[in-house]
């Protein structure tokens, strides 16, 4: 079983990534953003360094995914991670353009042919001035230029992204504006329900609230 967590920046991935983490004996494999060179030099000035910034993601992500997510899933161990391979591909069409972007393109999808398709997609959403609460609140040093503009535009784009017709996968969206996974237990088991119920894994409550699309895939 292979589960991944998307959204918004600041929207609470890898938090939930992690407390699921030992609820499904899963293996876990979280993003690793800091170690771009680009991403600082990116936020104060994104038309200057989003190619670069991409395409070291890009590359950075496949390793990732390309390698260690496979030899999880032939072991035959659960794995959870807190970002997709395609979310790079939405980011790259909101920050770059032009040949770039077509070059980018090219890369994304000979390299996207050898990473696994998640099982689930948990797509958390939330809204602009609730991100910007949560960014300010973790202040990361290369995120307090961040503007709500941008994030705003992730926000947009990343639910076009998900109301495409992509056959195949499941989706579960969460809203979270008015939960807390952290302190609120029962906000964390009602995730865990949800995503059992999709996966139809046992045990988990029928009767629970779901909204999920089971024609959608990332």
């Given at each position: ?56 993601f890009l590359l950075s992500r496949y ?156």
């Amino acid at each position: 079983m292979y589960i991944a967590i998307e959204g918004v920046i600041g929207v609470g991935k890898t938090t939930l990534a992690r407390l699921l983490q030992s609820r499904f004996d899963a293996e876990l494999q979280l993003e690793v953003f800091e170690e771009n060179p680009f991403l600082a030099d990116f936020y104060g000035d994104r038309e200057r360094y989003a190619f670069q910034t991409q395409i070291f993601f890009l590359l950075s992500r496949y390793h990732q995914q390309g390698s260690y997510g496979p030899d999880v899933l032939d072991k035959g161990k659960n794995l959870i991670t807190d970002y997709t391979f395609a979310k790079d591909a939405l980011f790259a069409s909101i920050n770059i353009s032009g040949d770039e972007l077509e070059m980018y393109y090219r890369v994304h999808d000979a390299l996207g042919e050898k990473v696994p398709t998640p099982d689930l997609v948990i797509y958390l959403q939330a809204s602009t001035p609730v991100l910007m609460q949560r960014i300010a609140m973790r202040d990361r040093s290369y995120e307090r230029n961040m503007e709500a503009s941008y994030i705003e535009t992730l926000n947009e784009a990343y639910d076009r992204f998900f109301e495409k017709h992509q056959p195949g996968r499941a989706v579960l969206k969460v809203e979270t504006d008015h939960i807390n996974i952290v302190t609120n237990q029962e906000h964390l088991k009602l995730i865990e329900e949800r995503i059992r119920q999709a996966l139809q894994m046992v045990p988990y409550q029928s009767e629970l609230p779901l909204s999920i699309s089971e024609d959608n895939q990332v």
